[in-house]
């Protein structure tokens, strides 16, 4: 059974950095690629960014550009999103998907976790 678990969210002020790890089991993480998106109240689930399985290809959405960064450890089975100079509309729920394809929709992905907040105080 595949599980992804996310963790690191809570409450910080705006300019603040916060790592956010998502522990993967059930599947051969250094197969897959590994993506982060979020949800804000009333909005759609948006892209934030992914990585390839091996690291060497790296895509994030411009709101977070220059501020966020994906990593892994796949030894550790485990993908970490480092955020920095936050803002209130860094404000929401952040999803760590799992996919066979690179992709940017979260339905390209096969496996999802169950989420943690993130909220940016001004």
């Known amino acids: 059974q595949v599980q992804l ?3 690191g969210g809570g409450l910080v002020q705006a300019g603040d950095s916060v790592r956010l790890s998502c522990a993967a089991s059930g599947l051969t993480f250094s197969d897959f690629v590994m993506a982060w998106f979020r ?13 390839s399985p091996g ?3 790296i895509d994030y959405a411009d709101s977070v550009k220059g501020r966020f ?3 892994r450890d796949n030894a550790k089975n485990t993908v970490y999103l480092e955020m920095s ?3 209130p509309e860094d404000t929401a729920v952040y999803y760590c998907a799992a996919g066979r ?4 929709r979260q339905n ?3 496996y999802r976790g169950q989420g943690t907040q ?5």
């Open 39 to 51: 949800q804000a109240p009333g909005k759609e689930r948006a892209f934030v960014a992914a990585i």
């Open 101 to 104: 394809i690179w992709a940017m």
């Open 55 to 57: 690291g060497a290809r």
């Open 5 to 7: 678990v996310e963790s």
């Open 108 to 110: 390209d992905y096969n």
């Open 118 to 122: 993130v909220t940016v105080s001004s």
């Open 69 to 71: 960064t994906i990593s």
């Open 85 to 87: 100079s936050l803002k």
